[in-house]
């Protein structure tokens, strides 16, 4: 699977990851580095999501940056040459995703680029890098997960400023016009990021529906359509620093090798 891992600096730490990293990063810039298959939605992205039960550490890249993602990431990014030393993992801390909720980051082509960190759920510490960035008028996942964030925000102990970016109109498609994942969750009669059932459905024909039949809204590809527009954002990203290139092996090859 090639993802994109982009790179959300970190603006100002929550007070409990504060309180942790204070002293330990050495002068790094911090990324928190979201693993994505949709880097042409960037534009609209409005958090980030973490696992507030997950376990992320701070790894060093260079003298100059450090990544936030799990240590299962951080251990496939040193076998792709994306720290200084090939095959080595330098841990900076470890940190509990609860403690990271409340950082405020700087989001990449956004159109809003001042986002905060929020606690979903069902983030997967087997996918990705554990860091998920929230595009949701393109992401079922990530717009149910958000107005349930808005719905209960006492609940889940967070600020509702945090959640108060609205869904932004990035991409056009024939069918849900121009806000694909809450049109979705609307007909699929979806009430809660739990409904696993429908979302996966929901998922999946944003995905093809995005890919086979969108057209961008925004950005420095507007009018193209997304599958062109999708490894341009991607590229563009990556000149700038912005992003890297993360891929993740499949189960099943590594178990055939082993
Ligand atoms: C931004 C984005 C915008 C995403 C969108 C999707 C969509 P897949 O297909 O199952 O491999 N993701 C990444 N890591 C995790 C994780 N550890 N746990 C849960 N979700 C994760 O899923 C890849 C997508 O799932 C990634 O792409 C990420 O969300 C999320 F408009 O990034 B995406 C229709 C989907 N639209």
Redesign the pocket.
Known sequence: ?EYTGIKMAVVQWSDAAKAEVEGKVGGRGVFLVA????PE?MYGQTNCFVGPALKYGVFAVSDNEAFVCTYRAARNMAFQGIFATRGEVHQLLELDGSKLIGTKIHAPFAINPEVYVLPME???AT??T?V??S?PS???DDYATLMDLRKKAEYYKIDASWAAIDPIPVISTPTYGDMTAPSLVKSLKINSPKDAKPLAEA?EI??KE?FYNGTMLVGEFKGEPVQEAKNKVRESMIVQNLAIAYAEPEGLVISRSA
């Open positions: 699977q693993a994505t298959l949709r939605t069902t983030v997967l996918k990705g554990g998920v960035t595009v393109d992401s079922p998922k944003a995905y995005g």
